[in-house]
């Protein structure tokens, strides 16, 4: 699905710059809301935008990218559905002189020098702090005995559902090694029918599940949904915790049906548009430039809620 060219505002003089940008999808309200920061800040700063989405399949981002490349656009950035599979394309940018910017999620390749800069979060860290703030709610709940866990993975190889478990499993195994255990972990494809349908799978297989470590909010929200079906409360019979922060979650939380949220900005347009045209001047930009975010309790969901921008 291509929209071509969003931006008229752009002109031919040379400072002009023309932005190919294949995004994964439109599988949850991160990403709505991530497209959206995309397009208008490439308005904002007068770019064309080239604007395609691969629904979420590898084989459509990398032809929407050889398109770029055939398009002689400036600068290609994209956020790769999965970590693997990316040498080849890259290589076809590199030997065409078009830079790459990875935004959001990163890739796994043996040549540095294939892209320039990844412009995103830091997903094992957003792991880690899903675990620390689990300890704050199961304090919270008063919960004793042990801890059950249910996890409800991303898309299977992209480096959010990859790294967000690693980083839960590293505090789960240093600090809780005794009380905690994932007894059952699925991916749900990041998205609400997902979340839905594995929740409903796991309930059926063990129903003595009393902690949700959801990889984002939709998935937590698809679950909820299985978890009232099944005749119990979110939030209370089963603790939840999710990742994102979006406004959808946010309005679960303050009905007390998420128990807190790891948040994950996907506001990223205004600084990839920035370092987009670093790069095109030629300037050394950062390997890694990191987002900055925060965590939330069910307390605080209310108060935040009519402030969240996504
Ligand atoms: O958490 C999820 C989206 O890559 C950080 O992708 C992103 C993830 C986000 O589908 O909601």
Redesign the pocket.
């Known amino acids: 699905k291509e929209d071509g060219a969003s931006s008229a505002s752009a002109g031919s003089g040379s400072k002009a710059i023309t932005l190919g940008f294949s995004q994964?999808g439109s599988?949850?309200g991160?990403?709505t809301a991530n497209s959206d920061s995309v397009k208008s800040a490439a308005k904002e700063a007068g770019y064309t935008l080239k604007f395609s989405d691969a629904q979420q399949k590898q084989e459509n981002q990398i032809s929407a990218i050889r398109n770029y490349i055939a398009q002689k656009v400036d600068v290609i950035a994209f956020?790769p559905v999965v970590v693997t599979g990316w040498d080849a394309v890259l290589k076809e940018a590199k030997a065409a002189k078009i830079p790459v910017v990875l935004t959001?999620?990163s890739v796994e390749t043996s040549d540095d020098s294939l892209y320039v800069t990844l412009v995103g979060?830091d997903f094992t860290d957003e792991g880690r702090r899903a675990a620390k703030i689990l300890e704050k709610v199961l304090e919270k709940a008063g919960h004793k005995g042990a801890v059950k866990i249910a996890q409800l993975e991303?898309t299977t190889g992209?480096a959010?559902a990859i790294e967000r478990a690693k980083g839960f499993k590293e505090v789960m195994e240093a600090d809780h090694a005794d009380d905690w255990k994932v007894v059952v972990s699925q991916t749900g494809d990041?998205t609400r029918a997902g979340g839905k349908q594995v929740m409903a799978a796991f309930l059926q297989s063990n129903p003595d599940i009393n902690v949700l470590f959801a990889?984002?909010d939709?998935m937590a929200i698809g679950a909820i949904q299985s978890i009232e079906a099944a005749g119990k409360k979110p939030g209370k019979d089963i603790l939840i915790v999710s990742?994102?922060g979006v406004k959808d979650g946010f309005v679960a939380m303050s009905e007390g049906k998420i128990n807190a949220i790891v948040e994950?900005n996907p506001l990223l347009g205004p600084q990839l548009m920035e370092v987009v045209k670093k790069v095109k001047d030629g300037e050394t930009v950062e390997r890694w430039i990191k987002t900055k975010e925060s965590d939330f309790m069910q307390d605080q969901a209310k108060d935040a809620l009519p402030t969240r921008k996504y």
Request: aromatic share 10%; with cysteine; net charge negative.
């Open positions: 994964v599988e949850s991160w990403r956020s959001d999620r979060s991303g992209a959010p990041f990889h984002n939709d990742i994102d994950c």
